[in-house]
């Protein structure tokens, strides 16, 4: 098997698509095709099913095989950037996963640093859940996540401690509390958000001996902090995803005081490359350490 036979999979696999894959590689249809089949009959296994009405689908195995090729293909580039560092230069691309609140606030500085230096390197932007990054970490779709625990197999390091409020609309009644207990909660409905809150608000509740009564589960910022001005119920946000709010809501302190980790995620520290290993170094001189109160807090 050829290189460019791995790299053909793996692109047919992301984009779903013969015809994409062959454009992206500067390959015709037929060419595709001839070297896919090769493929298959050197390994002597079924990778792709081609179906007219449902398209391209990968087979079990080759959804085994598809992650040892990914495996592959970064050991290849692992290797172009180590004779490029020895020449002197800083190639390759760091392919990152990143939930929304983190992507927009994190990423654009770190790359901003990185290209500045070294603008021959390249970055592939992933934006989902935490549970999509970390599937995709495992998958080897991205070389490096910022995730929030629990990480499961992947090897870690902490990047960032972010403080969490209670978010309620005007006319509540612990508006005019400047710090709300959480066990004056009990009886609130409380609008759970899914972008990595689940664990924190679940151990603060626990830690206050109150119980969490979760009307609400969504999966987006935005809808929680609108559906809190609609009076739906109360939520419980991070400092970096209170920069705007909606009209009428309001954010106050919490007792107990409770944070959300932020870390920076890879399969394995002993095999990051050069490039990860530098996006992963520029992120804690920026963001590492306690830079609580470098942040604004959120006020109405």
């Known amino acids: 098997m050829t290189n460019q036979q791995l790299q053909l999979f793996v692109k047919i696999a992301d984009t779903g698509s ?31 099913i081609r179906d007219r009405r449902n398209g391209i689908s990968v087979t079990d195995v080759g959804k085994r095989i598809l992650v040892l090729f990914r495996d592959i293909l970064q050991s290849f580039e692992k290797v172009d950037q180590e004779i490029a560092c020895e020449k002197g230069l ?44 970390k599937d ?25 401690r972010e403080k969490m409020y209670a978010v309620i609309r005007e006319g509540h009644p612990l508006q005019d ?25 679940v151990d603060l509740f626990r830690r206050a001996d109150t119980k969490l009564r979760a009307r609400f589960v969504v999966r987006n910022v935005n809808t929680a902090l609108n559906m809190v001005q609609e009076g739906l119920g109360t939520a419980i946000l991070s400092q970096l995803s209170l920069w705007a709010l909606p ?10 005081e409770a944070f959300r980790d932020i870390v920076l995620a890879v399969p394995s520290r002993s095999d990051t490359s050069i490039a990860v290993n530098l996006f992963m170094e520029t992120a804690l001189k920026l963001f590492g350490g306690d830079h609580e109160a470098v942040l604004n807090k959120p006020t109405n």
């Not at 400047?178 to 409905?189: A, N």
């Open 18 to 48: 013969f015809t994409r894959a062959g454009q992206e590689l500067n390959l015709t249809q037929p060419a595709v095709s001839r070297a896919i089949s090769s493929l298959e009959t050197e390994m002597g296994v079924k990778l792709l």
């Open 90 to 133: 800083e190639v390759g691309t760091i392919r990152v996963g990143a939930f929304p609140v983190a992507s927009s606030y994190f990423l654009p500085k770190i790359m901003s640093v990185i290209t500045e230096k070294y603008p021959q390197l390249e970055f592939e932007l992933h934006e989902g859940t935490i549970d999509e990054i």
């Open 136 to 160: 995709w970490l495992d998958k080897r779709i991205v070389d490096v996540g910022l995730i929030i625990p629990p990480d499961g197999d992947l090897d870690t390091i902490p990047l960032f």
């Open 177 to 201: 509390y400047p710090v709300i207990s959480v066990k004056d909660l009990d009886h609130d409905s409380m609008i759970m958000c899914r972008s990595g809150y689940e664990s924190p608000i």
């Open 247 to 256: 009209p009428n809501v309001l954010v106050r302190e919490l007792e107990p």
